[in-house]
């Protein structure tokens, strides 16, 4: 994707993912769901066929964008770009409100030690989490995670 070299925090866009990127563009998360009378189920990430049934009667639904926190992993190197310039950064893996789980990166968790960029030492599985849209200068944007806005109550 990128000009000069590869880039690797995207994929490959291509007429049947265009959909997922340009709604990413547009702030909305969209995940697939089978309408087979049996399944019903929503998956991630986006294919034309149900990974569970295999009937290819599915469609796009946008994702509420809330998720919990199922796993994580701190990366502290990483050669390829642009990936080399945010070490430390949290890789993890989220369960969406609607059920597929989703690999992401955590986003806006805080240092781990205090005084820079990094995760927060305080992740949990079950963490209430929000997606949030990582912006690109050639229009795309990435959905990645952060910690859900506390609600009063």
């Excluded at 547009?26 to 399944?39: D, F, K, T, V, Y």
């Excluded at 929503?42 to 034309?48: A, F, G, S, T």
């Excluded at 369960?95 to 030690?113: C, F, K, Q, S, Y």
Aim: charged fraction near 25%; hydrophobic fraction near 35%; aromatic fraction near 10%.
């Amino acid at each position: 994707m990128g000009r000069g070299g590869r880039c690797h925090d995207l994929p490959e866009v291509d007429a049947f993912t265009r959909v997922y990127w340009d709604a990413a563009a547009e702030g909305r998360l969209l995940i697939r769901r089978c309408h087979a009378p049996a399944c019903g189920r929503p998956h991630h990430y986006p294919r034309e066929f149900c990974p569970y049934c295999w009937s290819e009667d599915v469609t796009w639904e946008r994702a509420s964008g809330r998720a919990t926190l199922y796993t994580w992993s701190v990366v502290h190197r990483n050669d390829l770009p642009p990936f080399g310039s945010r070490v430390p950064y949290t890789a993890a893996v989220v369960d969406l409100a609607e059920g597929p789980r989703m690999m992401t990166e955590l986003v806006d968790t805080g240092p781990p030690d205090g005084t820079g960029p990094g995760p927060a030492p305080a992740l949990r599985p079950g963490l209430p989490l929000e997606v949030a849209f990582r912006a690109r200068a050639d229009g795309f944007a990435v959905p990645v995670f952060r910690r859900r806005a506390e609600t009063g109550g």
